[in-house]
């Protein structure tokens, strides 16, 4: 069984640019949840998809928004990048239940660099 | 509100025991662990619930005290396959809540 895959790996941005990042989950899951990893502040919950809806957003500025399609793949788009951007985003996938009693998956992340 | 995490990094030799406390400020209703080692994915340890009894795999265990708000992970014997920097995610409210991590605990094991 495939896992969570994330594309890019990598990638670097100037200030002002946009990015859009990838997330597969793992077949069958329903949620996608995306979470930011920057030393010392440990993963930073971003948002929450499941069934193409948004069911749990996080305290990010509005130039953070994602989207799901209805094959549950999940992107993530940020505009008007800042230096403060930079950082290893992470998606994770569950089944997505609403008890939240099964774990997350998650992929290997796409490091975002912001020059 | 994120919980905190105790110690922050901590360094044991190999054979020892570690434990790593995560406290929330909130009531919580179950309380997740993963493990990332450096450069890859976290993952999954363990999920304890709010009633739930105490869970473990091998030597890795876990408590979760409702009374005082808080979970610790028990590493036993520990091996250097434990290093890395362990995250407890909470959730405070049954049904759709966000799991909130705190900010990790870097346990590195030596020979």
């Known amino acids: 069984k495939a896992g969570v895959t994330q594309t890019p790996r990598y990638l670097i941005k100037t200030r002002g640019q946009q990015v859009t990042l990838s997330c597969s989950p793992i077949?069958?899951?329903?949620?996608v949840s995306w979470y930011q990893q920057t030393p010392g502040q440990g993963l930073q919950f971003l948002f929450e998809?499941?069934?193409?809806?948004?069911?749990n957003k996080g305290n990010f500025p509005g130039r953070f928004s994602g989207r799901q399609f209805s094959n549950s793949r999940s992107e993530m788009n940020v505009s008007t990048l800042e230096l403060g951007d930079s950082a290893l985003y992470l998606c994770?996938?569950?089944?997505?239940?609403?008890?939240?009693?099964?774990?997350?998956?998650f992929g290997n992340g796409t490091r975002l660099t912001v020059t | 509100q994120q919980p905190v995490q105790s110690p922050q990094a901590v360094i044991l030799r190999e054979g020892e025991d570690a434990v790593i406390n995560c406290s929330s400020s909130k009531a919580l209703y179950s309380v997740h662990w993963y493990r990332q080692k450096h450069g890859e994915a976290p993952v999954f340890l363990m999920i304890l619930l709010k009633g739930g009894e105490q869970k473990g795999h091998e030597k890795i265990s876990a408590s979760f005290n409702e009374k005082k708000q808080q979970s610790s992970l028990y590493l036993t014997a520990s091996q250097l396959s434990y290093s890395g920097t362990y995250f407890c995610?909470?959730?405070?409210?049954?049904?759709?809540?966000?799991?909130?991590f705190g900010t990790g605990t870097r346990l590195t094991i030596i020979p």
């Open positions: 998809y499941f069934s193409e809806t948004q069911r």
């Open positions: 077949s069958g899951h329903r949620s």
């Open positions: 994770a996938s569950s089944w997505g239940d609403r008890d939240y009693n099964s774990p997350l998956h």
């Open positions: 995610g909470t959730q405070s409210n049954f049904g759709n809540e966000k799991l909130t």
